[in-house]
């Protein structure tokens, strides 16, 4: 199973709403990634998890928390978001702990836009 | 830091012919890792090819290779016999292998989408 599974695939929601998006992954990996993607742009790193720990937040507001209940679980909650939160938002796992096999597998996004 | 960079926002190319995309970076790592991921409009990131620096040879699978230059810091990759499934953005990827290794942050190019035409 090389498969990073999110969940919903299309998210609409207020900018008084509390939601939360969900990523799993069955590989055994210890490095999860949020990523945050606007129209033909590249991904932006938000949140890195390694062993479940954060290890990386790249300033993200705080209207964005991050969550990693156990290894296979990573999860984003979300609050009081603004439009231009609007995008593509993806998860990541590797195998992390300094494993020499660095490639992030991605899953296929949740679409959210907030109204 | 290191940057990334893929000068070519679009490309095309024709059903069984060959493409290059191009991509160089920046660095002053002697260790580090390149990839090329593949977006089809399904969203999803796959990796098409990983290329390690401390190896001289090229990264090669199926149809995809990659020319490395490490000196020149250049990282293209080719598409031989193009075909229909292969239309998609196309990302260069930088990974450093220091401070922390494999959970350092990938270092994304702007992206080429490319276009296969039947």
């Known amino acids: 199973d090389t498969e990073v599974t999110q969940t919903p695939k299309h998210l609409v929601m207020g900018m008084t709403n509390k939601k939360s998006l969900k990523c799993e992954q069955h590989m055994g990996h210890r490095a999860m990634y949020w990523y945050k993607q606007k129209a033909k742009k590249p991904p932006e790193l938000m949140f890195v998890?390694?062993?479940?720990?954060?290890?990386i937040n790249e300033s993200v507001p705080s209207r964005f928390s991050p969550e990693c209940p156990n290894s296979s679980l990573l999860n984003l909650h979300l609050h009081a978001l603004q439009p231009e939160d609007s995008a593509l938002y993806l998860c990541a796992s590797s195998q992390g702990g300094g494993h020499m096999n660095t490639e992030a597998f991605f899953g296929q996004g949740t679409r959210l836009t907030v109204v | 830091a290191q940057t990334v960079t893929q000068s070519q926002p679009e490309m095309s190319v024709q059903e069984a012919e060959t493409v290059t995309l191009s991509c160089t970076y920046d660095t002053s790592e002697s260790d580090y890792y390149l990839f090329w991921y593949k977006q089809p409009p399904s969203r999803q990131m796959i990796l098409v090819i990983r290329?390690?620096?401390?190896?001289?040879q090229n990264a090669t699978e199926n149809r995809f290779s990659v020319n490395f230059q490490k000196a020149a810091k250049s990282f293209s990759l080719k598409i031989s016999d193009s075909q229909l499934g292969d239309a998609a953005m196309y990302f260069c990827a930088y990974r450093s292998l220091i401070y922390g290794g494999a959970t350092n942050k990938l270092i994304f190019g702007t992206g080429t989408l490319l276009a296969v035409q039947p």
């Open positions: 998890y390694s062993y479940e720990k954060l290890s």
């Open positions: 290329q390690e620096a401390y190896k001289q």
